[in-house]
C-alpha cells in the first residue's frame, strides 16, 4: 500500500516537472515583414490581452500588428493586422486582416499564411508578410 502511494507521489511530481517544463517552452509567432526593400522578423507571444497589443510601425505610414492567442480553446487564432497611419484621419484605417486557427497549418513555403500583400491606396506602398509558429524557449 505505501509502494503504491509512494507511487502515485512519483508520477505526480513527473507530471509537475512535465508540465513546469512545458509553461517554460512556449510558441511564438514569427512574421517575416517586408517593406521597402527591407525585411524584419516580427515576434509575438500568446496574450490574455489583446486589446493592449501595439503594432510596429513600418516606414511612414504602415503599421502591422500580431494578435495570438492560444487559449481559451474556443477564441484561440492568430490575427494579423495592417493598418494606415495618416496624419489627416482620425485613428488608423485598416488595410488587411487576417485570421488564422489555432494551431495553424502548415502551408508550404511560406508558413502557415502564405506569402500575404497589403496594399496603402493613398501613397500606392506595398508591405508584404508571411508567418510561421516557432517553438521558443522562456526568457
Known amino acids: 500500500m ?10 505526480g511530481a513527473l507530471l509537475l516537472g512535465a508540465a513546469t517544463a512545458h509553461a517554460e517552452v512556449g510558441e511564438t ?3 517575416h ?3 521597402g526593400g527591407e525585411t524584419k522578423i516580427v515576434e509575438a507571444r500568446p496574450t490574455a490581452s489583446p486589446y493592449t497589443v501595439a503594432p510596429i510601425k513600418f516606414g511612414s505610414y504602415l503599421l502591422f500588428r500580431i494578435v495570438f492567442l492560444n487559449e481559451p480553446a474556443d477564441l484561440a487564432s492568430i490575427k494579423l493586422y495592417t ?4 496624419e489627416d484621419v482620425d485613428g488608423r484605417p485598416l488595410i ?7 494551431p495553424p497549418v502548415p502551408a508550404g513555403r511560406y508558413g502557415f499564411t502564405g506569402l500575404n500583400h497589403a496594399y496603402e491606396p493613398r501613397y500606392g506602398l506595398v508591405l ?4 510561421e509558429l516557432h517553438e521558443a524557449t522562456s526568457k
Not at 493598418?83 to 495618416?86: D, L, N, R
Not at 488587411?96 to 489555432?102: I, K
Not at 508584404?128 to 508567418?131: H, I, L, Q, S, T
Open 29 to 31: 509567432v514569427a512574421c
Open 2 to 11: 505505501a509502494r503504491r502511494a509512494n507511487r502515485r507521489a512519483l508520477i
Open 96 to 102: 488587411h486582416q487576417a485570421t488564422y486557427a489555432y
Open 83 to 86: 493598418y494606415a497611419e495618416h
Open 128 to 131: 508584404d508578410y508571411w508567418c
Open 33 to 35: 515583414v517586408s517593406y
